[in-house]
């Protein structure tokens, strides 16, 4: 069946390293994609979207990378803080139908490690 | 209010027992959303709105149900809560389908005994 999946269930970083979460998506028909991070007690919260006919995007020590190939979403967080430990989501929006169309993954713990 | 605001905060039910959720927005999203958390099986769609007046099933709708009397207000009840129902509910607001990311609530933890 259809899904998007993460790689790695839990990544443990050192403080001050560089951060990559993977993520596997299949449904070729998918436009638009957004990861969210997730802090203990609290609902996610939108970190970057990236439209399918960009490969490539930049925020605030954030970045968000597309490959349509092989359908695999990474997010790269620079220089990674304790503020950064979070559980991290990536969605996929299949366009058309009439559920919002969002699709989650699971999510993927990052730990760092001061 | 900025956001989403998701009432209560946490709660424990009895089996059995009817709760209304309620989640109010205050940035006149067309869509609403209801999800539930739970370990391991990450969100999953109970119901869903995609404007005031109309609503929908998602994913795990069954022991559920909402209304969207307006833009702002999408309460979910639980006629009689079981403990399977024990879970982190998270309401969210997107502009509209298809259209941008979502907005999450804080959540509303339910523990049905």
């Known amino acids: 069946g259809e899904s998007v999946g993460l790689h790695l269930p839990t990544l443990s970083v050192q403080e001050g390293d560089n951060s990559i979460i993977n993520c596997a998506y299949s449904n070729s028909a998918s436009d638009y994609f957004i990861w969210y991070k997730q802090e203990s007690g609290k609902g996610p919260q939108f970190i970057i979207d990236?439209?399918?006919?960009?490969d490539k995007r930049q925020g605030q020590r954030v970045t968000v990378l597309l490959n349509k190939t092989v359908k695999h979403l990474s997010l790269q967080i620079a220089a990674t803080q304790p503020g950064d430990s979070a559980v991290y989501f990536c969605?996929?929006?299949?366009?058309?139908?009439?559920?919002?169309?969002?699709?989650f993954g699971k999510g993927t713990k990052l730990s760092v490690k001061p | 209010i900025a956001g989403i605001t998701q009432a209560p905060t946490s709660q424990i039910l009895a089996a059995g027992r009817r709760m209304t959720l309620r989640c109010t927005q205050d940035?006149?999203?067309?869509?609403m959303y209801w999800y539930r958390q739970d370990l391991g099986l990450g969100l999953r769609l109970i119901h869903y709105s995609n404007t005031a007046g109309t609503t929908g099933k998602g994913e795990v709708p069954d022991g559920y149900s909402v209304s969207r009397a307006n833009t702002d207000d999408f309460p979910l009840t639980l006629a009689s809560a079981v403990p399977s129902q024990t879970s982190v509910y998270f309401c969210?607001?997107?502009?509209?389908?298809?259209?941008?990311?979502?907005?999450f609530g804080s959540g509303t933890r339910l523990t049905v005994v």
């Open positions: 969605a996929e929006r299949r366009y058309g139908g009439s559920q919002g169309n969002l699709i």
């Open positions: 969210a607001s997107s502009a509209g389908t298809g259209k941008g990311g979502y907005t």
């Open positions: 990236i439209r399918s006919n960009m």
């Open positions: 940035m006149r999203h067309n869509a």
